[in-house]
């Protein structure tokens, strides 16, 4: 089992900046990609951005050039630098990681934290 505990959230204006920080505790070996996802008032969980366990990063559209994620194996913590904040990024913020055990794969999330944007 691998628990997932977000952190970071909050309130901040637009323009503004947040870095939501995600520690992985527990069985962490063959821990392979991490993921954010958010979701949004009344909408369906979305992908932020992934990162592969040799660093490899992709992000969603909406967020490329003011989102960065990354990862520190030593530390078991998985990052975002959320940059130039934007009213429609306010959501939850989860973070999801993937573990791969021989030929299974097993998916874990975390409980969320809350980013508002406001003006």
């Known amino acids: 089992q691998v628990q997932l505990v977000e952190s970071g959230g909050g309130l901040v204006q637009p323009g503004g900046s947040l870095r939501l920080s995600c520690a992985a505790s527990?069985?962490?070996?063959?821990?392979?990609?991490m993921d954010w996802y958010r979701q949004l008032p009344g909408k369906e969980r979305e992908w932020v951005a992934t990162?592969?366990?040799?660093?490899?990063?992709s992000h969603a559209d909406a967020v490329k050039g003011r989102f960065t994620i990354s990862r520190d194996n030593a530390k078991n913590t998985l990052y975002l630098q959320m940059n130039s904040l934007k009213s429609e990024d306010t959501a939850v913020y989860y973070c999801?990681?993937?573990?791969?055990?021989?030929?299974?794969?097993?998916?874990?999330w975390g409980r969320g934290t809350h980013v508002t944007v406001f003006s």
């Open positions: 527990g069985s962490i070996f063959s821990i392979n990609n």
């Open positions: 990162i592969t366990s040799g660093g490899s990063t």
């Open positions: 999801r990681a993937e573990q791969w055990v021989g030929l299974k794969v097993y998916t874990y």
